[in-house]
Every structure is written in structure tokens, then in C-alpha cells.
């Protein structure tokens, strides 16, 4: 149990171009999201928390209009680079938390190349 | 958060166990050690935490000192699929998930 999806696994756009990366977690209600980024040889930094219904709460630092995420419901958080240039070229974590459990449980990843 | 430190890298002969240690000096009283590890190009995988009693599960054992200083990852019998970054992290346990922040982690290789 406790399954974390992403969709695309990888992405390859234009720069200009907006790009929409989804979480799912499976078989279980997430009641918040996390996004995070990780840049090549790096670690993980986390982008933004995101609880569904609510409105994203963003790390110093990350552009909120520039990467918009939406949690629409208690299964699926969206992220939506927009706008993107090369430097957004990362490797997109998802992790999900349900209620009263203090794990999260992470999705394999998104790799957006942006050419 | 209390900050951690741990070594850059680590190697590891296959079968036999592999110590991770963690330095966390500056941990608060409400604070617990979690472990991740992360194979390369996947996502973060969840191993152990604990607060201040020895820890064991079917990955792993977690060893944290008496005044929860410091720590120490044991996976007893390492393979070649441990090889992978081991994250060392600590924070409060809030009763539900909250944002963990990494570090620079451990680079464990396990080897023939």
C-alpha cells in the first residue's frame, strides 16, 4: 500500500513552453502534497507544500506564479511549470502525507529536460 | 529543525553490514531521527525513525545514542541494490507529514 504516482516519468519542452507534471497517490487519500526539486549531483529542496482544497504554501525563495500547483482533490496534486527556460531542467519529486500518519511516501520522480 | 552531518561517502563489501553514522547535536527533546535513502534517479524511499530506544525493522536498525546525539544506521546484510544516498534526517514529529529537509547525505557503494 501506500503508492505514489507521477505522470510524465520524463518531459522534454521548449523553452517558452509550460509543462504540467501530475501526482497520484493510489490507494490512499493524500491529505497533503509536497513537491520538491532536485538539480543533478544535488539534494532534494523542497518547493512547496500543498493541502487539498488550499492554496500552496511556497518555500523562500520558489516563484509561485511561475510554478503553480494545484491539489484538487484528496488523490491528485498537480505541478505546472510555466514559462519554462533551461535553468527549470530538474529532476520533480511528489511525496504524499496522510492524516495521522507521519510518513511520506514518494513518487519515482518527473525528469523535465527543457531544450 | 536540527541540522545533521554526515560523512560524504561510504563503501560497503556485499554481506557484510554497513554502519551509517549521524551526527545530530543541536536535536531537541521532541525531535525524531528518520532515515531515507535514495537510489539513483528515484524517488526517496522511507527506511526507519526513532526517538531515543533502538529501532529495528525488516530493512534496518537504527541506533541512536544516549544523548541522542548522534546516531547510526545498520543494514546488516548490504547488497548491491543498498547502493544508494542515505539521508540522516531530523524533526519533530508532528502526529501527521510535514516537509522534511535534506541533506547532503551518505553515498553508500556497496561492492563484490
Known amino acids: 500500500g501506500a503508492v505514489v504516482s507521477q505522470h510524465p516519468s520524463w518531459v522534454i519542452c521548449k523553452s517558452g513552453t509550460s509543462v504540467k507534471i501530475e501526482c497520484r497517490s493510489l490507494?490512499?487519500?493524500?491529505?497533503?502534497m509536497f513537491w520538491y526539486r532536485q538539480f543533478p549531483k544535488q539534494s532534494l529542496m523542497l518547493m512547496a507544500t500543498s493541502n487539498e482544497g488550499s492554496k500552496a504554501t511556497y518555500e523562500q525563495g520558489v516563484e509561485k506564479d511561475k510554478f503553480l500547483i494545484n491539489h484538487a482533490s484528496l488523490t491528485l496534486s498537480t505541478l505546472t511549470v510555466t514559462s519554462a527556460h533551461p535553468e527549470d531542467s530538474s529532476f520533480y519529486i511528489c511525496?504524499?502525507?496522510?492524516?495521522?500518519?507521519?510518513?511520506?511516501?514518494f513518487g519515482p520522480g518527473t525528469r523535465l529536460t527543457v531544450t | 529543525d536540527a541540522k545533521t552531518t554526515q560523512p560524504t561517502s561510504m563503501d560497503c563489501a556485499e554481506g557484510r553490514a554497513a554502519n551509517l553514522p549521524c551526527n545530530h547535536s543541536t536535536i531537541s527533546g521532541n525531535e525524531y531521527v528518520y532515515w531515507y535513502r535514495q537510489i539513483h534517479s528515484q524517488g526517496p524511499q522511507y527506511i526507519i525513525h526513532g526517538l531515543k530506544n533502538n529501532e529495528t525493522n525488516e530493512m534496518a536498525s537504527l541506533i541512536i545514542t544516549e544523548d541522542r546525539k548522534s546516531s547510526t544506521l545498520i543494514l546488516p546484510h548490504a547488497t548491491l541494490r543498498d547502493t544508494a544516498v542515505y539521508y540522516c534526517i531530523v524533526r519533530p514529529y508532528t502526529g501527521t507529514a510535514s516537509k522534511l529537509t535534506f541533506g547532503t547525505g551518505t553515498r553508500l557503494q556497496v561492492t563484490l
Open positions: 511525496s504524499a502525507g496522510r492524516l495521522a500518519v507521519y510518513e511520506q511516501y
Open positions: 490507494d490512499f487519500q493524500a491529505t497533503t
